[in-house]
């Protein structure tokens, strides 16, 4: 199903673009998807363009990131976890599954994934770490979309010359 797509002075088309971010976490993790809306705005990218999606954690965004680029509907999907080491092998596993199936989402698929999942090594609740992290979510959630607008325009000039 083909879109039409609404021409837009910044960006040349509006882009539909769909955010998942994890549940776990949410205070955190919902300052990189409020700061990717926030950027996206200033770029010219219209928030009734923009769907967000809601998963438990980061382990369940990479399906649903499949299953949202099959449907055809999004230019790109960004993604927004945070995933702790709570001192067993869980964290790397998780990491490495949720990093690696993003990838294989965007590469099966033609839609770019774009990530705001974090994993730091060292993770604790407690105040220093609590606002460090709030803090470095905000520029990730920037970070994306910037970049997420940018890989939207350089894809849309490719598909142009083919």
Known sequence: MKQTRIPNKKLGTIARIAVISATWHSDIVVRARDAFLAEAAVLGQSAKAIDLYEVPGAFEIPLHAQILAKSGRYDAIVACAL?????????????????????????????PVLSAVLTPKDFHEHGDHLSFFSEHFVKKGAEAARACIATIAALGKIKLLA
């Open 83 to 111: 995933v702790v080491d709570g001192g067993i092998y869980r964290h790397e596993f998780v990491a490495h599954a949720v990093i690696d199936g993003l990838m294989r989402v965007q590469l099966d698929t033609g839609v």
